[in-house]
């Protein structure tokens, strides 16, 4: 590794981020219905993508992404896993129980709940594919809960 | 599915995204080292985690999350994948082109390049554990570049 980017280019973010789901039917059900997530774009049998702030959450059906190929028209690199990944939404405040209260209603299992040691407090659940998603309180990494919100 | 959520609970944002690697002293000298994420914990041979924007992008060796267990002091569910994953980061403006030349003058293959139908455009590669990563321009998905880049 020649040389450092941290002078020169700020991060200005997450833009896009990637969960796979071999049933996206199921998948479009809980984050686009249950939990209510803005639908950008989908293809059927291929893929959902979601709105989320400013990233977008991209759900993939894998065995599609697996097998792309970069003679495409739009070449998008093949990608594609197996397993459960973990994905964190922002929930300032009061929305942790909010969440909760909500997962609960609709019989979706609290699989783990911790307060962390500066106070911030997450909740854990699953999604119907597996992947272990969280609520959790933005100033578990210092972020304001307000600035967060907006 | 009984309720959504939509009109109570606004979501925030993508407070954490994860990455799987399972050699993490490679991963730290490609996201800590050349890419200049910002270091914000890390533990050896667990994971490391890097600021970015408002997401904290979560590195961990799968072989440790997949195994760890809800009966710990912080009893944060299992997970972990094999295969590649998919990231992108935001790169208002020009930006794509800068890093695409960081990159380059790294011996990193560029190993697509896409210009959207909305004019946006895309570059990608890979980390050393083999995720496909992007820089984008944000605008690819509506976003205020002035607003992404702050």
Redesign the interface.
Known sequence: ??????????????????I?AENLEQAK??YG??????E?TAKEGCHVFY????????IFD?AI??SQT?DAH???????????????????GR?VD??KA?LQ??DIPI??E?T?PNGARSV?F?DPAG??L?F?Q?R??G?DEK???E
Not at 51 to 58: A, D, S, W
């Open positions: 590794m020649k040389e450092q980017s941290t002078d020169i280019l700020p991060f200005a973010g997450v833009l896009e981020t990637t796979y059900a809980f219905g249950l939990l209510g997530l803005e950008v709105r989320c702030g400013t990233t977008i959450v991209l894998p992404t697996k970069l739009l070449p998008v690199p093949p990608h594609g896993t197996s397993g459960a990944t973990h994905i964190c939404f922002s929930a300032p929305q909010e969440w909500l209603k609709n699989e783990s911790i962390w854990y699953r992947n272990s969280e959790a933005p578990l990494w972020y600035d967060a919100n």
